[in-house]
């Protein structure tokens, strides 16, 4: 068969279910205790290694079964979770991951993992007396199964089927039984689950479902099933389904369920320690919607997860880029109507032309937001990070994620993740202070790390906050000076600002240790220059001895902006309203010449002036021939500009074009876009002109 | 034995070009060029092709030859190589013909004024017609325009 029009999935599936256990080992960590979550775990686990087993990476789901082997005990309360059993844990999906990433890139997923799974075996048989109890216990339950069906439920699964029932529910108990014939009875037998799935849950099946993935059972297997659907119903689709001798399905209300379950513990108390919870509910979306620790908490139980099947769908990028880039046309069409209404003045076209408009902006807004992703995307490889981070430099550390559903365009998801990294990193390393140091100074052991994501008018935030020991001014400046970044003279002026903003300068680092984890110099400028390449601004904010802040402000979206068109000469440019501040009419005696720099005055200082016709060399327009000039005021951060131009066009929904490969960047020019009548604008970049 | 591959013809004053059939997308008429400040004087600014935002060129800039003024028969050659697209403005593009491989010869140092490494060879049609066949990536190649650059600024 061939299996390549499933990888995608499976690369998506697997990265999703890696990223879950890695989120609930995290939180496992915190409280090993709770079993809840090993239920999670193993779940996901288990879901893994039955989906790279399908797909043939062998590798692959030989050690997710080892790791299964290793939380089945866990699970059972017969091992108890140790530090070293978590770092070989980690170290699996270390491993897993990477595997994962070789089948990304075309390979085949093999990896040398025999020492991992040799510590893996050795934890297990750590434990020698309960695993041997566990195969006596497999085997008893083997012999139960003989004397008919007989599904021994435990506490929780018993008052998950209760409460189901309560809640209106239909419980059912379905005994299935494949043909004598049967080729592949595990086949059967998962195109049953498969059906089963669609429209419920199962809570418990026996034989378990691993043992009947293996052909493990001889004719016939139950389960203990929840679902809307009427039993009769049902019946009928199991038995459409071809090779199956018989189908029984037995609705159950509290008492049948009490008397079913009483009557097979005393048949089964001998099997005291059977077989543990085979809660085969993996269905993928349960599996991510685990991710979430809140979540996880509601996915254990399984009836409230199977009443909301899963509301999304997965798009190729790609299409949704020809989806945009068809929506940039009918934009530009739109401009073009208008402007024809306009010229044509009549009033039925006009009145169509305008609902049109208003259609396509709501439809607009509906393309942008398809566009937007969590940036849970981005943050939910931090924690992970960090923890490691922190165990290799021995410090202590809490990483507190706010806003992690705030959301971005896709395409500054994809460039953030580095810089955070870069960031975070920072703060960790050089920001949260050694556990010595710490103590003396009277803070407490664990140093924490805020992650805060959140929505401001056009623009993102995002702030990487750390309680340690802030910037040091004098040291920042004294290294400055030092590697020829500033001089002396202007040492003395800056602002504490201007000091922090010096780390972005390139070949910049204050570590007097270079370490891996950050301190080679080239950081921060690389993260300035990527932040800034997404129209970003990034700042520092920093208290001595109390800690330091970085904040990132990004757009919402870089593809489709707001402009304000204006003319100079015969062209036409277009300025972002984002960076516009306003916009006016100088008179030619307020322009003042101040050391060289042409100045007017704004508000209550003076703002320096500058002749876009004269930056842009336009030939055929020179407002020094005019008494009064338009001037629009630009901002960058908290500096000010003013940019003359001859007249205001008006403003405009633009869609962002580039320049094609062939040009080299041109300062002042952020990119073009297509006009309604089919001429391309050049988009300013006020930023350039602002130094 | 060479193989037969399509040639598009153009014109930059007197002497024939010929670019590769497949490298060229379109042919246009000339249409208006939006300016682009600050580049090489080569570089005549940015069209909108369908919706596509493209530099274009002027080919006779390029090649250091006088530029002249566009006629009726002016035309912008779109190609895309390198991963780019660029429009070439040219004197005149009315043909294509069928070239053997084997019928290219390498290029002397200077055809017209055209410097060698931006030809690829040059076939002999007929007794008194020649093909200079360009080779694309050498014109398209960026490296040298920010040489160029660096040589300007």
Known sequence: ?691 | MGEEIKVIVFKLGQEEYGIEVDKVQTIERMMPITRVPKTFSFVKGVINLRGVVIPVIDLRGRFGLPEAEHSDQTRIIIVAANEMEVGFIVDSANDVIDLNSDSIDSPPDVVGGVKAKYLQGVARLSDERLLVMLNLSEVLNRSEIIQLESLEG
Request: charged share 25%.
């Open chain 1, 1 to 691: 068969m061939d299996m390549n029009q499933y990888l995608s999935m499976f690369i998506d599936e697997s990265n999703d279910h890696l990223q879950s256990l890695n989120e609930n080992m995290l939180e496992l960590e915190n409280r090993p205790d709770d079993l809840g979550i090993v239920q999670v775990i193993f779940r996901s686990a288990h879901t893994l290694k039955g989906m790279a087993a399908t797909m043939g990476f062998e590798d692959l789901s030989s050690l997710t079964h080892q790791m299964e082997n290793v939380l089945d005990l866990v699970r059972n309360d017969k091992l108890k979770m140790q530090d070293f059993i978590f770092d070989t844990l980690f170290q699996s999906l270390d491993a897993l991951q990477s595997m994962v990433q070789d089948i990304t890139q075309g390979g085949e997923g093999k990896e040398d993992v025999s020492s991992i799974v040799a510590s893996l075996q050795s934890i297990v048989r750590g434990d020698i007396a309960p695993s041997g109890q566990q195969s006596g216990a497999k085997a008893a339950d083997k012999a139960s199964s003989a004397s008919g069906a007989a599904i021994r439920l435990d506490e929780f699964q018993y008052s998950v089927l209760e409460q189901s029932i309560t809640e209106g529910h239909k419980v059912m108990y379905i005994e299935v039984a494949v043909r004598e014939d049967c080729q592949l009875k595990a086949a059967r037998a998962y195109l049953v689950f498969d059906l089963l799935e669609r429209y419920g849950e199962i809570v418990k099946s026996h034989p378990s479902v691993q043992e009947i993935e293996q052909e493990q059972f001889d004719r016939s297997f139950s389960l203990y099933y929840i679902t809307q659907k009427e039993a009769a119903e049902l019946q009928g689709m199991i038995m459409n389904l071809s090779e199956i001798d018989s189908a029984q399905v037995a609705l159950l209300d509290h008492e049948t369920l009490s008397q079913l379950d009483s009557g097979i513990k005393e048949a089964s108390v001998a099997v005291e320690a059977a077989e543990p919870t085979a809660n085969n509910a993996e269905k993928p979306a349960a599996g991510s919607k685990a991710a979430k620790p809140e979540e996880g908490k509601t996915s254990a139980r399984p009836s409230a997860v199977s009443a909301a099947p899963s509301r999304t769908i997965r798009v190729d990028i790609d299409r949704l880029d020809v989806l945009m880039n068809l929506f940039s046309e009918l934009l530009i069409d739109r401009s073009r109507l208008e402007q024809l209404a306009y010229e044509v003045k009549r009033s039925d076209l006009t009145e169509t032309v305008e609902h049109m408009s208003r259609v396509s902006s709501d439809l607009q807004n509906i393309v942008l937001k398809l566009r937007m992703v969590q940036i849970d995307s981005v943050f939910n490889r931090f924690p992970r990070m960090i923890r490691d981070l922190a165990k290799s430099l021995d410090k202590k550390i809490d990483l507190i994620i706010v806003g992690a559903e705030t959301e971005l365009d896709r395409t500054v998801i994809d460039e953030i993740g580095d810089p955070l990294v870069h960031l975070l990193r920072n703060a960790v390393d050089h920001g949260v202070e050694p556990l010595e140091e710490r103590i003396a100074a009277g803070k407490p052991e664990t140093g924490t790390v805020e992650l805060r994501a959140f929505h401001s008018g056009n623009h993102v935030f995002i702030e990487i906050e750390d309680d340690g020991h802030g910037i040091d001014r004098d040291k920042v400046l004294a290294k400055a000076l030092k590697n020829g970044v500033v001089t002396e003279s202007e040492a003395s002026t800056l602002t504490d600002e201007q000091v922090f903003m010096l780390l972005f300068a390139p070949g910049f680092s204050t570590a007097e240790v270079i370490s891996d984890i950050s301190g080679r110099g080239v950081g921060l400028d690389v993260v300035k220059t990527k932040i800034e390449s997404l129209s970003g601004v990034v700042s520092v904010d920093s208290k001595l001895g109390k800690g330091t802040k970085f904040s990132v402000q990004l757009p919402l979206t870089l593809s489709i902006i707001s402009a304000m068109l204006i003319k100079v000469g015969s062209e036409k440019y277009a300025i972002p309203l984002s960076s516009i501040v306003e916009t006016g009419l100088i008179r030619r005696e307020q322009i003042r010449k101040v050391h060289g720099y042409t100045m007017i005055p704004y508000r209550d200082s003076h703002i320096p002036l500058m002749s876009l016709a004269e930056l842009f060399d336009v030939r055929d327009f020179d407002e020094k021939s005019e008494e009064e000039t338009e001037i629009v005021v630009v901002r960058k951060g908290d500096r000010l500009a003013a940019l003359t131009v001859e007249d205001f066009i008006g403003q405009n929904e633009i869609v962002i074009k580039n320049l094609g490969k062939y040009l080299p960047p041109v300062q002042g020019v952020a990119g073009a876009t297509i006009l309604g009548d089919g001429q391309v604008a050049l988009i300013i970049d006020p930023n350039a002109f602002i130094k």
